[in-house]
């Protein structure tokens, strides 16, 4: 592992990979301090600007964007009363308080040094677990693939947040979505409404731009600017020492319980978050200060939602399975520049693997840095008014748009789906299961038609492979259990807590 490390190491070092690690960070920062405008929207938004660039250089960026937003979510949530990020919402409880209290740079540090400490143990997790991983499923064949891919909708529907049914219908149109255009072993035209420009199929650009993008600018600019809660005067950085010793314990929990709840597919991220939050409130030993300031509330779920959006990556880049609607972002990247993520990947892209790798840790020193000292900077960026902010962020969606195939017809594509995720927003309809839905739909058809051929179509393939029934079975189980009414009605009351 030390050799690919340093593989990794020399492939992150170059200039041109640094640069782009470092713009992603800033970007990443940015937008978690901005209310609203979340790292899916942003990657969706920038995806036109990654064909030009090395593929290696395109991921470094985009996953800078990712993490660095679960650093910048948290400058606003403390100082703001505003979470950037739904990760940052916990955030708000403890840290908010303490910035009222006069230890906003408390707060910021812990979430800080506690961000970088779980980004680097759960990149060691990645670079070990990652070749794990793939070792066992090089082994897979058709129909395994097909049970593994079955079981990651089954589980973006249950674990993403809102009504099973509606996550279930979001499933089901996200792969009839990436149904649509040419069958490539048939050759029959499929759900194109009789417009030539979709016999290729739907763009994952316009519908990524469309439903993530221009559907979150509009329904932001319904809701007026709230910003009276903002704690201007930061104050000491340093943590003393009851503050230190207070926090390392919770730092290790959020750490663990994050490395371990970010490969869940749907909402592990979210989910580690809360899931530590609570129990730091079970645990600590200051457990009465929690709703007035207490430092575990801070250090806990900053350090979960650091250390799960790293171990996101591993079904990503191993299994080529997204665990959250950014991963399949990366996917759609990774696709465009023609490189298959899966078990393979390894063998076959080696400077990517390792080199994404390597960025992680070096994209969090990065982060660490930069946070901190230009605290100053990132709150001064709380004073842009939105009215000026998202016509410019339109008009620039519309030229990526444009820019991918220089036609005007992923322009309307690209408004088509930003009026459909503003519906299904308006009707509280989750469209992060609709986008893992296009990305695993045609890979779902494909190992299908494999595994139908190589059995002569028997069914039962599925069936009699052990792993692809032990899939099957976890699947069903797992709907099965979200269907009983007291464990759906625990969920939703979990939720709402």
Known sequence: MFDNLALGLSVAFTFQNLAFSFVGCIIGTAIG???????????????????????????IMLAG?????????????????????????????????????????????????????????????VAGAGPLLTSVAMAFGPAEYFSL????????????????????????????????????????????LGFPQLFEGVGFVPLAMGLFGIAEIIRNLECPENRSGTVSRVGKLWLTKKEFSRSVPSVLRGTALGSLLGVLPGGGLALSTFASYMLERKVAKHREEFGS????????????????????????????????????????????????????????????FWGLIASMWIGNLMLLIINLPLVGVWVSLLKVPYKYLYPAILVFCGI??????????????????????????????????????????????EYLKRAMVL???????FVERPVSAVFLALGTLALAAMIVPNIRRRKEEAIVE
């Open 33 to 59: 301090v901005l209310p609203g405008v979340g790292p899916v929207a942003t990657i969706s938004l920038l995806l036109p600007l990654t064909f030009g660039l090395d593929p290696i250089t395109a991921m």
């Open 65 to 125: 964007i990712y993490y660095g937003a679960q650093y910048g979510g948290s400058t606003s949530a403390i100082l703001l009363n505003l979470p950037g990020e739904v990760t940052a919402v916990v955030t708000t409880l403890e840290g908010h308080k303490m910035a009222r209290a006069g230890r906003a740079g408390a707060a910021l540090t812990v979430a800080a040094l506690g961000s970088f400490f779980a980004g680097t143990v759960a990149t060691l997790v």
């Open 149 to 192: 891919i079955l079981l990651g909708l089954i589980a973006a529907t249950v674990l993403a947040h809102g009504n099973i049914l509606k996550s279930l219908a979001m499933i089901v149109l996200g792969v009839l979505f990436g149904l649509v255009g040419t069958d490539l072993q048939s050759g029959q035209i499929r759900f194109t």
């Open 293 to 352: 300031g207490a430092i575990e509330g801070v250090a806990g779920p900053e350090s979960a939602n650091n250390a799960a959006s790293q171990t996101s990556f591993i079904p990503m880049l191993t299994l080529g399975i997204p665990a959250n609607a950014v991963m399949a972002l990366m996917i759609g990247a990774l696709m465009i520049q023609g490189i298959q993520p899966g078990p393979r990947m390894i063998d076959e892209q080696p400077t990517l």
């Open 400 to 445: 990526g748009a444009y820019s991918v195939n220089n036609s005007a017809f992923d322009i309307y594509q690209t408004v088509i789906f930003g009026l459909i995720g503003y519906a299904l927003i308006k009707l509280e309809f989750e469209p992060a299961p609709l986008l893992i839905g296009f990305v695993l739909g045609p890979m779902l058809e």
């Open 455 to 461: 059995s002569r179509g028997d069914v039962s393939v």
